[in-house]
């Protein structure tokens, strides 16, 4: 056979090389065959390695997750729980702990509380003039509190004022008190009530929101006719944008315990033995009045009309202790001067001249005792 021959030619028997790869043929399928499910096992194994490796991730994945959310929750209920806490305790520092003022509280004194109440004096003033008492300063004492803002007891000023012309035209011829409040808001002072006293009243002192007054009612007895002196004490409340009298009680003073009021200037009304200088006008024309009172009342003077030269010798007397009655006349006019005094350096009244009535109003200039000189 040719070497090249792949059989027999005959009987068909495969050459030897053919003959080898025909026997080895079986042994390599069934090796071929044996080996195959050894492959499948081994990715099969990689296989279930990977999956559980895959799920493990994602149960550790879970599992972190799950803590990391847990500790924010238990963070953020921690936090709510702070927060609440620190609330309820700032609450409880408002009910129980007044909150300190951040703004600066202003010092009150008395300089300060002159100051604002002679700007709102002039608007109650009408035609009133303070009565310069010789206890106090310019006719009006100051009572300084507790300051804390409450109203009546921060500051108070008690006002000795004279009556007006309209009440000394209603023979209403009583001097008055005014009681001024004041209330510290911690920048500026605030008016919180003036109320006008039908009397003179003296504020005493305040005490837990009550102002302690008094006056004092001089009278004749009737057995014997002498002077006793009673003490009419009163209790003023702050209410609202006024003070209510509570009343109070009366009692029998002796002088010396409290003796009549006193002026800076010296009494209401003339001294005898002294003489005077007044200056003022009449109906708006300005004039001048001189006069001295003898010892027996008798007064003696002058009265000058500045703008037209007129000049009239004055005679006349004193009525009561506020009052008096001056004549003055030459050869062409006469007037008769009805005065009274509406503070202890001033006289208003009206001059008349025929059937007029000519308003006057007198300032005292000076006043000193009479010698050669007058």
């Known amino acids: 056979m040719s070497p090249m021959?792949?059989?027999?030619?005959?009987?068909?028997?495969?050459?030897?090389?053919?003959?080898?790869?025909?026997?080895?043929?079986?042994?390599?399928?069934?090796?071929?065959?044996?080996?195959?499910?050894?492959?499948?096992?081994?990715?099969?194994?990689?296989?279930?390695?990977?999956?559980?490796?895959?799920?493990?991730?994602?149960?550790?994945?879970?599992?972190?997750?799950?803590?990391?959310?847990?500790r924010q929750d238990k963070s953020k209920e921690s936090v709510t729980s702070i927060q609440q806490t620190n609330s309820e305790q700032r609450d409880t520092f408002k009910r129980e702990i007044p909150l300190k003022r951040t703004e600066t509280i202003k010092k009150m004194t008395e300089a300060d509380i002159k100051e604002v109440f002679l700007q709102h004096w002039k608007h109650y003033k009408d035609d009133r003039e303070f009565i310069p008492l010789e206890t106090c300063s310019e006719g009006y004492n100051i009572f300084i509190g507790d300051l804390d803002g409450d109203g009546i007891d921060d500051a108070i000023v008690n006002a000795y004022v004279t009556a007006s012309a309209k009440e000394i035209s209603n023979n209403d011829n009583e001097d008055k008190s005014y009681i001024f409040c004041f209330l510290n808001n911690g920048k500026t002072y605030e008016l919180a009530v003036a109320t006008k006293l039908y009397t003179m009243f003296f504020v005493d002192n305040i005490d837990n929101g009550e102002i302690h007054a008094h006056r004092i009612e001089y009278m004749k007895r009737m057995n014997d006719g002498k002077r006793i002196a009673v003490k009419d004490s009163h209790i003023f409340k702050y209410d609202g944008d006024k003070l209510v009298d509570l009343g109070g009680t009366k009692r029998t003073v002796d002088e010396e315990e409290n003796p009549p009021i006193k002026r800076r200037s010296g009494s209401v009304g003339l001294s005898e033995g002294y003489f005077y200088r007044y200056e003022g006008d009449m109906k708006g024309f300005p004039i001048k009045v001189d006069f001295g009172v003898l010892p027996n009342g008798v007064i003696n003077g002058e009265y000058q009309n500045v703008k037209y030269g007129t000049v009239l010798d004055l005679v006349g007397q004193l009525i009561s202790e506020k009052s008096l009655q001056l004549v003055g006349e030459n050869q062409n006019e006469k007037i008769v001067f009805e005065l009274s005094f509406s503070s202890p350096e001033r006289l208003k009244g009206y001059g008349r001249v025929g059937d007029n009535s000519l308003s006057v109003n007198l300032k005292q200039v000076s006043n000193e005792i009479i010698n050669d000189s007058h």
């Open 5 to 70: 021959s792949e059989a027999c030619p005959m009987c068909g028997t495969p050459t030897n090389e053919d003959a080898h790869t025909v026997n080895s043929s079986p042994k390599n399928e069934t090796e071929k065959y044996e080996q195959i499910p050894n492959v499948s096992i081994f990715k099969n194994g990689k296989r279930v390695y990977w999956g559980v490796a895959a799920v493990l991730t994602i149960l550790f994945i879970v599992y972190v997750g799950y803590n990391i959310g847990n």
